[in-house]
């Protein structure tokens, strides 16, 4: 590990206005990803501001009828909320579902939210990564690519994205709060917050040189069942294959997200627009721009399979 320098910020606007006076810096509270990146020397921040002083680790309610989580909530707390767990189910689910208890017990919301992707030739120095080094190529396009994106990739990089509380977070249709360095508040809609990689997938999400995530909202509840059904190759502390995230209506309505299939969570309207036809439709409009590899071709009939078992479950 390369020597870095250490601050503690006291204000989510101090956090940002340090990470502005260090464009060398990294935000850090739980570092269940950002200590290994450097140990890796992935990531060799020189700087290293932690926001784990920032009072932003409340769940409330908000005035709508929804949740305020704010970014230092550990995943653990969120799991465990007796609201989550009786208005945001699939939530709760996809966070259990996620690594190990203790590594739960101190990654933050939003720190799940950015993690990295968990691709082998991204954490090989050794191999090109255009996600790690641009422009040097991607290894694993040609390479052993089994648990890589079959839609939403590209030609510079076919890395998924890591996160199951994502996945959930994109089926309840959370947003996100931010400040800038300049003080300045936003909230992004999560179906925005991650990129598809294109030309630059090194750059990951939509946030800006020193932006500091402070909450995810939820909205209202919806109602109907909710549901996650994660596929990997064993039963704990595995990245997922093919993720599915569901709120399904009596009428057979509802909402539909994927996981481990693409560089973001994978939701697309027209898709829920089907999931009263059944699992086929829905696969086959996800699915509709899908290029799987010869490696990864099998998670296409592995997500319309599992999406059956969620919506069978869902039907009792």
Same mark, same amino acid.
């Given at each position: 590990?390369?020597?870095?320098?250490?601050? =503690?910020?006291?204000s989510?606007?101090?956090a940002?206005?340090?990470a502005?006076r260090?464009?060398d810096?990294?935000f850090?509270a739980?570092g269940?990803?950002?200590?290994?990146?450097m140990?890796?020397q992935?990531?060799?921040p020189?700087?290293?501001?932690d926001?784990?002083?920032?009072?932003?680790?409340?769940?409330?309610?908000?005035s !709508?009828?929804g949740?305020?989580v704010?970014?230092?909530v550990?995943n653990? @707390?969120?799991a465990?909320?007796?609201?989550?767990?009786r @208005?945001y189910a699939?939530l709760?689910r996809?966070?259990?579902a996620?690594?190990?208890?203790?590594?739960?017990?101190r990654a933050?919301?939003?720190?799940?939210?950015?993690?990295?992707?968990?691709c082998?030739y991204?954490? !090989?120095?050794?191999?090109?990564?255009?996600k790690r080094?641009?422009g040097?190529?991607?290894?694993a396009?040609?390479?052993i690519?089994?648990?890589?994106?079959v839609?939403?990739?590209?030609a510079?990089?076919?890395?998924?994205?890591?996160?199951?509380?994502?996945?959930?977070?994109?089926?309840l249709?959370?947003?996100v709060?931010?400040?800038?360095p300049?003080?300045?508040t =936003?909230?992004?809609?999560i179906?925005?917050l991650h990129?598809?990689?294109?030309d630059?997938?090194?750059v990951?999400?939509?946030?800006e040189?020193?932006?500091?995530i402070t909450?995810?909202?939820?909205?209202?509840?919806t109602?109907?069942?909710? $549901?996650?059904r994660?596929?990997?190759?064993?039963?704990?502390?595995?990245?997922?294959?093919?993720?599915?995230a569901?709120?399904?209506?009596? !009428?057979g309505?509802g909402r539909?997200?994927l996981g481990?299939?693409a560089?973001?969570?994978?939701?697309?309207d027209?898709? @829920?627009a089907?999931?009263?036809k059944g699992a086929k439709?829905?696969?086959?409009?996800?699915?509709?721009?899908?290029r799987?590899t010869? $490696?990864?071709?099998?998670k296409?009939?592995?997500?319309?399979?599992?999406?059956a078992?969620v919506?069978?479950?869902?039907?009792?």
């Open positions: 590990m390369k020597p870095f320098t250490y601050e =503690r910020a006291a989510p606007a101090e940002a206005e340090a502005a260090r464009p810096s990294k850090i739980g269940t990803n950002l200590l290994d990146l140990k890796l992935i990531e060799a020189a700087h290293l501001i926001v784990n002083a920032l009072a932003l680790d409340r769940i409330e309610a908000t !709508d009828g949740l305020r704010g970014a230092l550990r653990t @707390d969120l465990a909320d007796q609201r989550v767990r @208005d699939v709760s996809a966070l259990l996620g690594a190990s208890g203790q590594l739960r017990n933050t919301t939003a720190g799940n939210l950015l993690q990295r992707t968990r082998p991204f954490s !090989d120095t050794n191999m090109a990564c255009n080094r641009p040097s190529g991607c290894s396009i040609d390479g690519n089994r648990q890589h994106a839609v939403g990739a590209s510079a990089c076919i890395a998924t994205h890591p996160s199951d509380m994502a996945v959930a977070m994109r089926v249709d959370a947003s709060q931010t400040v800038n300049k003080g300045v =936003r909230t992004i809609p179906a925005e990129r598809l990689p294109g630059t997938p090194n990951e999400t939509v946030l040189a020193g932006e500091l909450a995810v909202t939820l909205p209202k509840p109602g109907g069942s909710q $549901h996650y994660k596929v990997r190759d064993r039963a704990s502390y595995a990245f997922a294959l093919v993720s599915v569901a709120i399904v209506q009596p !009428d309505s539909v997200a481990g299939v560089p973001k969570p994978w939701r697309l027209a898709a @829920d089907e999931m009263p439709a829905v696969a086959g409009t996800l699915f509709a721009e899908a799987p010869e $490696h990864n071709a099998f296409l009939p592995l997500a319309e399979r599992a999406l078992s919506l069978a479950e869902a039907r009792g």
